[in-house]
């Protein structure tokens, strides 16, 4: 619940406290029924920011992806979450790895003009990473 508060403060105040890096890409809203627009969005997680833990030839964890939008009037919509489960080879997962986790996700909102929160909270340290969209023009 804490993180579902975060994600949504993240609209409006940047969040201090995040450690985790992420980068996120958006592409242009695009309507998607009446009244209904559609942003997807590219979160990518870098393997060496996560606590991940060994596994045999593996290192696992999981991330859990949050997203909100939010109107140029302050109209916010229902935050979104999924989990994601990690699982990747152990030399990936050194300190040194280049490697990115990369996922797709969609944002619906009701006006082509909202703000787009993105949050991702590392499930084994607790770190959490934040983005805020802001939509062009």
Do not use: C, H
Not at 15 to 25: F, G, Q, T
Not at 103 to 114: F, G, I, L, T
């Amino acid at each position: 619940e804490v993180m579902r508060e975060r994600v949504v403060a993240n609209l409006f105040r940047r969040d201090e406290a995040a450690r985790l890096p992420i980068a996120v890409d958006a592409g242009a809203p695009v309507a998607k029924e009446k009244g209904l627009w559609v942003t997807t969005l590219r979160v990518r997680v870098p393997v060496r920011s996560l606590a991940l833990l060994p596994d045999g030839e593996e290192a696992r964890g999981a991330v859990t992806l949050y997203r909100v939008s939010a109107t140029p009037v302050g109209e916010v919509s229902e935050v979104r979450e999924e989990r994601q489960e990690v699982r990747v080879p152990a030399a990936l997962a050194a300190p040194d790895s280049a490697v990115a986790l990369d996922y797709e996700v969609e944002v619906e909102s009701v006006d082509p003009a909202s703000r787009i929160s993105v949050g991702v909270l590392d499930a084994t340290s607790g770190d959490a990473g934040f983005r805020l969209i802001r939509p062009a023009g």
